[in-house]
């Protein structure tokens, strides 16, 4: 294919990708007082496991539209004369596979796929890649459009808080604020977290200020500092023996912890480090709760809070006994 066809198949394709679908086409979507909310990565992959399989070159998925195999096309009965006219959408493949088939074969494909299909008496025919494409071009036509929200009559209440499911809390730990993570930082004003290495540097602590130590990783086998460990120092210590496991209830320590936070904070010239292990963790969690019960923030701005200053990835227990107390102190102050 000559670089002016080459070029001519790009702006037909960007074309063809914004064809604009019609609003008439779309039935109007009459929404309650509170719109359905959108489904978690997790429930769409469990849900397109639980699917049908199919292990045919094509599928008709929708009438008069398939979805197939780049074999496909070669077990189609070309010469039947029943077949109706067809449309083949492969430029996607084209550009992956030019080697793999003919060149006279793709050429037409390519030209034909970028034909719109009149709506009656036409079908679609999408190779996989291309199927993908083609739903994120209608997807990213519908928003712009304005269509998938539900158009709601009458007056509209401000909706409600929604609580986060585990799958976008997951999403929101990935997303990485800090520059790097460094053995003990400052995430809320006199408020510190940090790893086991922080918690032994007396002389860091010293030059910091410390006036109370919470250790989330207390016991023989994990960080045994205790209250020996700081003697001749002018600080206070709390130990807890907490693991870091999914099925370790931490949640029982929030309260106190916090409430022994908020104490220590309230001192003139009160300064609290909380540590663990790795300080992202275990510690994190307990920081996390303090920031919601006591500063009143909902368990997303608590992690934007803390990860604004350091990187911290409480594991899937912990995150989902915060997501139980973002529900309760939710309900006590009326955001649910």
């Excluded at 809070?305 to 594991?315: D, L, W």
């Excluded at 912990?318 to 529900?327: A, E, G, H, I």
Aim: aromatic share 10%.
């Amino acid at each position: 294919m000559t670089l002016e066809r080459q070029r001519g198949v790009t702006a037909e394709a960007e074309g063809w990708a914004g064809w604009p679908m019609a609003e008439t086409s779309l039935p109007e979507l009459v929404g309650e007082d509170k719109a359905t909310p959108c489904p978690s990565i997790l429930e769409l992959e469990e849900l397109l496991r639980a699917g049908k399989s199919s292990c045919s070159r094509v599928d008709e998925v929708w009438p008069n539209l398939f979805i197939g195999d780049a074999a496909g096309p070669y077990s189609l009965p070309w010469g039947s004369a029943n077949l109706p006219p067809w449309h083949w959408s492969f430029w996607c493949c084209w550009r992956l596979w030019p080697r793999r088939t003919h060149r006279r074969w793709w050429e037409p494909s390519v030209e034909s796929a970028l034909e719109p299909a009149t709506p009656s008496g036409s079908s679609w025919r999408l190779h996989p890649l291309s199927a993908t494409v083609f739903g994120l071009h209608r997807m990213d036509s519908l928003q712009k459009q304005d269509l998938r929200r539900p158009k709601i009559h009458g007056a509209v209440r401000a909706s409600p808080y929604q609580p986060p499911t585990l799958a976008s809390l997951q999403r929101l730990l990935w997303v990485r604020q800090a520059a790097m993570l460094n053995h003990i930082d400052e995430v809320w004003p006199s408020l510190f977290l940090g790893d086991a290495y922080a918690a032994r540097d007396k002389s860091k602590l010293t030059q910091l200020g410390i006036t109370h130590v919470v250790n989330a990783a207390a016991g023989k086998f994990q960080v045994d500092t205790g209250a020996k460990f700081y003697r001749g120092m002018s600080l206070e210590y709390y130990g807890i023996e907490a693991d870091d496991n999914p099925f370790f209830d931490l949640s029982v320590y929030f309260l106190p912890v916090a409430r022994y936070i908020r104490a220590a904070l309230s001192i003139p010239q009160g300064r609290v480090l909380v540590h663990c292990a790795m300080g992202i963790s275990r510690s994190a969690t307990l920081v996390l709760a303090f920031l919601m019960i006591y500063e009143n923030m909902t368990l997303v701005e608590a992690i934007q809070t803390v990860q604004a200053h350091r990187n911290i990835c409480p594991n899937s227990g912990f995150l989902r006994q915060l997501q139980v107390l973002d529900n309760r102190l939710g309900r006590e102050t009326g955001r649910l």
